[in-house]
Nanobody, 122 residues
């Protein structure tokens, strides 16, 4: 599988962006697709994950209630709708695939996309 993330950009605080992740190759029901982010000078953080089969969703505490992860199984796309963006959401966002069903741990993800930069101005 290869992952291609897109949709990043510059937005004002309070605004919205939608990130997309296009997957090539096979994704099975047992897999999990996730979004992580890395802000300048910080560790990579878990943002959200979705179970490919059931559609069950999971969120990091800092984005809960503001971000929504979804997927389109037929098109092998994963989306991250980001609303009410804050300057602290500024980061490079990565989509990733876990074949072992890992959720919040980056080490459980096997395949990573190239990242897309989101910048939120105050």
């Amino acid at each position: 599988v290869q992952l291609q993330a897109s949709g990043g950009g510059l937005v004002q605080a309070g605004g919205s962006l939608r990130l997309s992740c296009a997957a090539s190759g096979s994704i099975y029901s047992s897999h999990v697709m996730g979004w992580f982010r890395r802000a300048p000078g910080k560790e990579r953080d878990f943002v959200a994950a979705i179970r490919w089969g059931t559609g069950g969703t999971y969120y990091g505490d800092s984005v809960k209630g503001r971000f929504t992860i979804s997927r389109n199984r037929a098109e092998k796309m994963v989306y991250l709708q980001m609303d009410n963006l804050k300057p602290e959401d500024t980061a490079v966002y990565y989509c990733a695939q876990s074949r072992t069903g890992g959720l919040r741990l980056a080490s459980a993800y096997d395949v990573w996309g190239q990242g897309t930069l989101v910048t939120v101005s105050s």
